[in-house]
């Protein structure tokens, strides 16, 4: 039997699978694709005017191919039989027990997915793995579906990260630096792969499309989120410096960016990266190294996520520090509350750790964010085990105004734009005297604060 192209099937409907399969069915519409989920309510929300996720462009793209070549819907098994190319974009967090807890990649979804592929197999398939998954997991998968293989089913096993970012998921997508394939070196491995360059190509320039082995690929993917996560820390961890010397940490950036074999890019200095990845990702990189016997290698990266930790702790007790060392019982507007702009998601969000620490300290938090929602808030609050006086201690605003009437102070903890255009005269009038303001993302104009009559402080300047 052989493979059949005019149909794809992506099992796992969330912040990648989304996006991607939805620009695979708008660039291909000789395509038909479809996206599965085990998840009712997600689907559910795929097939209504409310996507599950926020994206900018996403809409478009949705209600352009919904119902034409893109569908979305909860027979995973039904759909699998149907396709013969199925990509997998399941969720693979960390583990939070067991062997390598906190730092391994959980991959039970991952193999309930194979195992269910494996099940409604009754022809030859191409399984693609699009999540970002340990260096090797190829081999784990190939087992798994080779143990129950049957007459005509042969499965061949590529890999094909996903480099998009959050908030520019469909122009990355639209636009990728490159689009990465990893396959076996065999016959049948060099076949699929081709398969898979040809879906691409309908979009993406040809010397965009890299072609690896597999291990290079699986391994690729979770180096480029260690050192994209490695300039962040690097940044940070200058920044530190930069509030003892006098030195500025924008100017700092400007000045190394400028020298190409650098670059501009990824120098924000902010207060922690956050996301459902970068973390993530590099425990994954920190857990494989040991397990290969590479200690020294396993703490060179381990660093870039302990510096990140201690930049959210820094700019904390930068807060209580400045504001006669208690926050206890004052009301302190916070500025966002998603990892970054143009996002609703909250994964691992450094205002999670910002947020617990000041409230520990007894402070009122009134919290502003374009798009979250107070319950996914505290469900963050509530997955990594962190319980506060909620009722009390932490209160969601509909605008920015309300957070900032009688505050203490104002905390910017994500770069929305929203938050450079607002009229902080007027704000200062509302609040307390005196008036702070912590700039966790360097966006504001510190000087003309500074002339309005705020204390300002920011990441990588002194005060
Ligand atoms: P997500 O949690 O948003 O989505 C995963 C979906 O898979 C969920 O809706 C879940 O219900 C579904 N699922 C889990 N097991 C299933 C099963 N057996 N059958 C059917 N559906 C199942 O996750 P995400 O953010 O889309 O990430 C997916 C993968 O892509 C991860 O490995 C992540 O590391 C990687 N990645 C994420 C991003 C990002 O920006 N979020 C970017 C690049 C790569
Ligand atoms: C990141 C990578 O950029 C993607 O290439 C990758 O596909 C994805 O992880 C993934 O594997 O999940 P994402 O986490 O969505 O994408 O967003 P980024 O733009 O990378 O930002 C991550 C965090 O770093 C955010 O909290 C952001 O505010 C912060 N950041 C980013 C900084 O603090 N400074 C910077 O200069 C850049």
């Known amino acids: 039997k052989s493979i059949r192209t005019s149909k794809v099937a992506c099992i796992g409907a969330g912040y990648v699978g989304g996006p991607t399969m939805a620009t695979i069915a708008q660039r291909c519409p000789h395509i038909q694709v479809y996206v599965l989920d085990i998840s ?3 689907i559910a929300a795929w097939n209504s005017d409310q996507l599950p996720i926020y994206e900018p462009g996403l809409d478009d793209v949705v209600k352009e191919c919904r119902g034409r070549n893109l569908h979305f819907t909860t027979d995973v098994s039904g759909m699998v039989k149907e396709c013969d190319i199925i990509f997998v974009s399941v969720n693979t967090p960390t583990k939070t ?7 391994a990649a959980d991959l039970a979804t991952w193999e309930l997915a194979a195992r269910c592929i494996a099940e409604n197999a009754d022809g030859p398939k191409i399984v693609i793995e699009k999540s970002t998954v340990p260096v090797r997991t190829a081999a784990a998968v190939q087992r798994v579906l080779e ?11 590529l890999s094909n990260p996903e480099f998009l970012a959050e908030g520019t998921a ?10 990465l394939l990893g396959g076996p070196e065999d016959e049948d491995g060099q076949f699929a792969l081709k398969l898979l360059v040809d879906v691409y190509a309908n979009w993406v320039p040809r010397e965009k499309i890299l072609t690896t082995n597999l291990w290079s690929s699986e391994l690729s993917k979770l180096v480029a989120n260690a050192f994209l996560a490695q300039r962040i820390s690097s940044i940070n961890a200058i920044s530190m410096l930069c509030e003892k010397t006098g030195a500025n940490v924008k100017e700092v950036a ?3 960016g400028l020298d190409s074999r650098i670059g501009p890019k990824f120098l924000n200095a902010s207060v922690g990266f956050g996301g459902s990845c970068f973390q993530k990702d590099i425990l994954n990189l920190v857990y494989l190294c040991e ?12 660093q870039v996520v302990d510096m990140n930790e201690v930049q959210k702790h820094n700019f904390t007790r930068k807060v209580i520090d400045a504001m006669f060392n208690t ?3 004052k009301k302190i507007a916070i500025f966002g509350f998603a990892f970054k702009k143009d996002t609703g998601d909250t ?3 450094p205002a999670l750790t910002v947020c617990s620490l000041l409230m520990s300290d007894g402070a009122i938090l009134h919290v502003y964010d374009p798009k979250v929602t107070r319950e996914q808030a505290l469900q963050e609050f509530r997955d990594h085990r962190l319980e506060f006086d909620f009722e009390k201690q932490f209160f969601w605003e509909e605008d920015a105004e309300s957070a900032v009437q009688d505050s203490h102070a104002i905390l910017i903890l994500t770069e929305w734009d929203a938050f450079k255009g607002y009229d902080y005269s007027l704000f200062r009038k509302r609040m307390r005297k005196p008036a702070f303001l912590f700039d966790g993302r360097n966006i504001l104009d510190h000087d003309k604060l500074a002339d309005i009559g705020f204390e300002v402080h920011s990441i990588g300047k002194p005060p």
């Open 40 to 42: 009712q309510s997600r």
């Open 97 to 103: 027990r067991g062997l390598g807890a906190g730092r």
């Open 327 to 329: 926050v206890n019982r």
């Open 254 to 256: 400007h000045a190394i």
């Open 147 to 157: 143990a129950n293989e049957k007459p005509d089913v042969k499965f061949v096993i």
């Open 170 to 179: 469909m122009k990355d997508l639209e636009k990728p630096d490159r689009v």
């Open 347 to 349: 994964r691992e969000t």
């Open 291 to 302: 397990s290969f016997g590479l200690p020294q290698v396993a703490a060179y990266w381990q």
